[in-house]
């Protein structure tokens, strides 16, 4: 198996991006946007996981990513991980140092995300939501903070979240841990010059939505659209850049507007 490596690419800043696996997917249209926006790339991805999801898994859809990274300009390194595994998030950050040079970003858009309710919500399933969710997130963040070493004011940390609740409790509470330790972390960074901050995108077309839910979505939503992965990525790539430097320790939503009571 492939883990994507190249060489480094000049001076170019690196960003860690997580949970990156399928075309259709918002971390995949992080890492294109990063690239194109002259960053070095390393992303983890699960195959394992999506196998297990409606919309299964592709295995070329990491190997044409780390192609297209590359007719980009990009040093890329792509890492298999599953981050329900108390090791991996020291092992991947570093494994990425190690190939792309010193990290200036961390962006985290995996998830696990298996609908329940608070009647039928298994021990192991409420646990592992917990493990991917929010440990690894507060062990990425620990561990990205700690080896930071760039200038003060430059660092990033971007977190995808989620306002599910009621149909899939697991996943909505692991979501709503994870966004306090995102902010958590924007105030004990304040002396690395680190921001944090945490992306609620609403609903978005990763396709998960059945005909009848996209249409319920658009008539919700302000514009009448879903939303995008490229929308999520906009913003990604404005935080991370020397133009989003002033926002820090915000839940920042960005779905397009809702009707109130519409959910996303």
Same mark, same amino acid.
């Given at each position: 198996?492939?883990?994507?490596k190249?060489?480094?690419?000049?001076?170019?800043? *690196?960003?860690?991006?997580?949970?990156?696996?399928?075309?259709? $997917?918002?971390?995949?249209?992080?890492?294109?946007?990063? !690239?194109? @926006?002259g960053?070095?790339?390393?992303?983890?991805?699960?195959?394992?996981?999506?196998?297990? =999801?409606?919309? %299964?898994?592709?295995?070329?859809?990491?190997?044409?990513?780390?192609?297209?990274?590359?007719?980009?300009?990009?040093? /890329?390194?792509?890492?298999p991980?599953?981050? @329900?595994?108390?090791?991996?998030? +020291?092992? /991947?950050? +570093?494994e /990425?140092?190690?190939?792309?040079?010193?990290?200036s970003?961390?962006? =985290?858009?995996h998830?696990? #995300?298996?609908?329940?309710?608070?009647?039928?919500?298994?021990?192991?399933?409420?646990?592992?939501?917990?493990?991917?969710?929010?440990? *690894?997130?507060?062990?990425?963040?620990?561990?990205? #903070?700690?080896?930071?070493?760039?200038?003060?004011?430059?660092?990033?940390? /971007? *977190?995808?979240?989620?306002?599910?609740? !009621?149909?899939? =409790?697991?996943?909505?509470?692991?979501?709503?841990? =994870?966004?306090?330790?995102?902010?958590?972390?924007?105030?004990?960074?304040? #002396?690395?010059?680190?921001?944090?901050?945490?992306?609620?995108p609403g609903?978005?077309?990763?396709?998960?939505?059945?005909?009848?839910?996209?249409?319920?979505? +658009?008539?919700?939503?302000?514009l009448?659209?879903i %939303?995008?992965?490229?929308?999520?990525?906009?913003?990604?790539?404005?935080?991370?850049?020397?133009? $989003?430097?002033?926002?820090n %320790?915000?839940?920042?939503?960005?779905?397009?507007?809702?009707e109130?009571?519409a959910g %996303?």
């Open positions: 198996m492939t883990t994507g190249t060489s480094r690419s000049g001076n170019k800043p *690196a960003v860690l991006i997580t949970g990156v696996s399928r075309k259709i $997917g918002i971390g995949y249209a992080l890492a294109r946007t990063l !690239a194109r @926006a960053w070095n790339i390393g992303f983890t991805y699960y195959r394992d996981y999506d196998e297990q =999801m409606p919309w %299964g898994s592709r295995p070329e859809d990491v190997e044409d990513l780390i192609q297209e990274l590359k007719g980009y300009g990009a040093a /890329v390194c792509s890492q991980a599953d981050l @329900a595994d108390p090791e991996e998030p +020291r092992r /991947v950050i +570093r /990425v140092r190690d190939n792309l040079g010193p990290l970003a961390l962006v =985290m858009s998830c696990y #995300s298996v609908d329940s309710t608070i009647q039928d919500t298994s021990l192991e399933s409420f646990e592992r939501h917990f493990r991917v969710n929010t440990r *690894a997130t507060w062990l990425l963040i620990r561990e990205f #903070s700690r080896l930071f070493a760039g200038t003060f004011g430059t660092g990033r940390i /971007v *977190a995808i979240t989620s306002d599910h609740t !009621a149909g899939n =409790m697991p996943y909505g509470a692991s979501k709503g841990a =994870m966004d306090r330790i995102v902010l958590a972390a924007a105030q004990e960074n304040r #002396s690395r010059g680190i921001t944090a901050n945490v992306i609620n609903a978005t077309d990763t396709g998960w939505m059945t005909p009848a839910l996209e249409q319920q979505i +658009r008539r919700n939503t302000f009448n659209r %939303g995008t992965p490229q929308d999520c990525a906009n913003l990604v790539e404005f935080l991370c850049s020397d133009r $989003g430097c002033w926002i %320790g915000q839940v920042l939503y960005s779905n397009g507007g809702v109130p009571g %996303g």
